[in-house]
């Protein structure tokens, strides 16, 4: 299995060969099969090969149940790999920059001594 390689891609092949090979007369056990499958793995995929076969025995899975399997650990596994490269997108954003007004409280200003133009300019900061 090539790095990063689609699950789909490796058993498309893994089948291709497998076939190539039964037109020679050699008979395969799903023991074999299972286990030639699952050693073809990558290292990324070592946790879920040794769940396999530490859980149950290989022989007994039929291929298309391990072929489910792969197929489902990697989209998990790569939907959880998207929220967390996009979580860490997130934190590297910068943060938003933001304004912030110094409050006084003098007893004899009020708006009404600000002009109209001020009055205009303070309410769209505001809005902002």
């Known amino acids: 299995m090539k790095q990063d390689e689609p699950i789909v891609d490796v058993i498309t092949r893994f089948t291709d ?17 299972g286990g030639k499958m699952l050693r073809s793995l990558s290292k990324e995929w070592n946790s879920l ?15 298309k149940e391990l072929y489910g399997i792969l197929m489902t650990y990697e989209l998990n596994n790569t939907e959880t790999n998207e929220k ?6 997130e934190m590297n954003e910068l943060p938003k920059r933001q304004i912030v007004l110094k409050s006084t409280n003098d007893e004899g200003s009020s708006n009404t001594n600000m002009s109209k133009e001020e009055l205009d300019d303070l309410v769209l ?3 902002k």
Not at 17 to 33: H, Q, S, V, Y
Not at 49 to 63: A, F, G, S
Not at 84 to 89: A, D, H, L, V, Y
């Open 49 to 63: 090969r040794m769940l396999i076969e530490n859980t149950k025995d290989v022989n007994t899975y039929l291929l």
């Open 17 to 33: 060969i497998i076939n190539g090979i039964k037109g020679f007369d050699r008979k395969f056990t799903n023991g074999e099969l």
């Open 84 to 89: 967390i490269r996009r979580s860490k997108e």
């Open 125 to 127: 900061l505001v809005k």
